[in-house]
């Protein structure tokens, strides 16, 4: 099924999770953070969120600075 993932389509499994997600895009699960729709996912929910056809996800890296 396809994804959007920062504004580029993607193929994943059926029943793919926010974790799992991740992983195949190797970040690390510190310092970032995912929003599903435009909704922020909160990170005890990642291991269970599963994606939907279509789905748009956003991630973000935490970055130092000012």
């Known amino acids: 099924m396809t ?7 993607r ?3 059926p029943g793919t999770t926010v ?3 991740l992983d195949q895009l190797k970040l690390p699960s ?3 953070a995912v929003a ?11 291991p269970t969120e599963v994606l939907s056809p279509g ?3 956003e991630v973000v890296t ?3 600075g000012g």
């Open 30 to 32: 510190r310092g970032i």
């Open 3 to 9: 994804v959007i993932v920062n504004g580029e389509e």
């Open 36 to 46: 599903l729709d435009r909704v922020i996912v909160p990170r005890s929910l990642w």
């Open 55 to 57: 789905a748009e996800v």
């Open 11 to 13: 193929l994943v499994a």
């Open 19 to 21: 974790t799992a997600l």
């Open 62 to 64: 935490a970055m130092q």
